[in-house]
């Protein structure tokens, strides 16, 4: 995956139709499931807290939402945000009919893992999801959109840490979470968006010192702002592929 939006003729073609889009938030997505009628394209980002401050200004679902409305006004398209803080796939699970489903998505892409792994390791008071659960519950959420008429893309999950060859017994298991996410992705007819794969190319010419945070996250899980404009390209170009199919 490279980390260019591609070309401008391109993109009109792809999108000149459908992408000019009113971008809400979880806090929205909660009040009211009542879809813009004329949209064409709705497109949902399911996920956690790198998620839900991605529909807030600056993060990468607002900046995807920002670029298209800039280039495209008057299109037929709506992206919502529907990430929550701490969420894991069982999360997803429970809120799917809720927080996405209700809203009758065209597309979704789900950005998740993170917590599935992280909270095993650092934190007290939570834990993670067994390796059998999270891939169960991908599958699950999969198959209750495909059969809802919904694209969805899954999306591996990112980084633990900015040195994505570290020996790290946290970053081994995020590379196995990943693993993971690329085979229920092939298994179940879901479209790829290999984020991890993007990042360790990244990570690798523009972080030689290995820092854990600092190069496209805050804190070595969440993103700055180069990493929120590092994601809203890869999206950019994940959904300009789709689209042109």
Avoid at 55 to 63: C, Q, R, T
Avoid at 219 to 226: I, M, T
Wanted: glycine share 8%.
């Amino acid at each position: 995956m490279q980390n260019a939006i591609g070309k401008p003729a391109l993109r009109i073609a792809l999108f000149a139709l459908v992408l000019a889009c009113g971008c809400r938030g979880q806090e929205n997505a909660s009040e009211s499931a009542e879809p813009e009628p004329d949209a064409a394209i709705r497109i949902v980002f399911l996920g956690d807290s790198i998620t839900e401050a991605g529909a807030s200004p600056g993060g990468y679902v607002a900046l995807v939402d920002e670029a298209l409305q800039a280039r495209y006004p008057g299109g037929k398209a709506e992206v919502i945000g529907a990430g929550i803080s701490g969420n894991k796939v069982p999360d997803l699970q429970e809120r799917l009919d809720r927080d996405v489903l209700a809203y009758h998505p065209t597309h979704v892409a789900i950005y998740i893992g993170i917590n599935d792994v992280w909270h095993s390791y650092a934190f007290d008071h939570v834990t993670g999801t067994d390796r059998d659960v999270f891939e169960a519950g991908l599958r699950d959420l999969i198959s209750t959109m495909h059969a809802a008429n919904v694209h969805v893309s899954l999306c591996t999950p990112s980084v633990i840490g900015e040195d994505p060859a570290s020996e790290a017994e946290v970053n081994q298991a995020l590379m196995d979470y990943a693993d993971i996410s690329r085979a229920v992705a092939e298994a179940s007819g879901a479209v790829l968006c290999d984020l991890r794969a993007a990042f360790e190319e990244r990570l690798a010419a523009s972080n030689p010192d290995k820092l854990y945070e600092g190069v496209l996250t805050t804190d070595g899980v969440h993103l700055n702002e180069a990493g929120n404009r590092f994601v809203a390209d890869l999206m950019l170009e994940h959904f300009e592929r789709l689209l042109e199919q």
